[in-house]
């Protein structure tokens, strides 16, 4: 006995749309490679105002979420100046 097989469902062609979505951003990190900057002053990048985090004022140098020019888009390079305490700790009760 031969069982003689259909298709059933014919096959789709790839979405055109997403292949070249997956292009222009292959093509968009190349470019930001060749063309961001390389060299990043301190004075360009923007002074926090003291006492905006908990543990100390943050000043970022390289952030893929903040700097879109830059040719690095993985690292995240920072500053923490950490306010000076004594370190003396008060504890209630005692002898």
Do not use: C
């Amino acid at each position: 006995m031969e069982q003689e097989r259909t298709r059933t469902q014919e096959r789709t062609a790839p979405n055109q749309l997403e292949t070249e979505k997956g292009y222009k951003a292959h093509n968009a990190f190349i470019q930001r490679q060749l063309t961001g900057r390389l060299h990043i002053r301190g004075r360009d990048i923007p002074v926090p105002p003291p006492g905006n985090a908990r543990q100390g004022d943050v000043q970022m140098y390289l952030n893929p979420y903040y700097f879109t020019d830059t040719a690095l888009q993985s690292w995240m390079i920072f500053i923490n100046n950490i306010r000076i305490h004594s370190g003396k700790h008060i504890h209630q009760g005692g002898w």
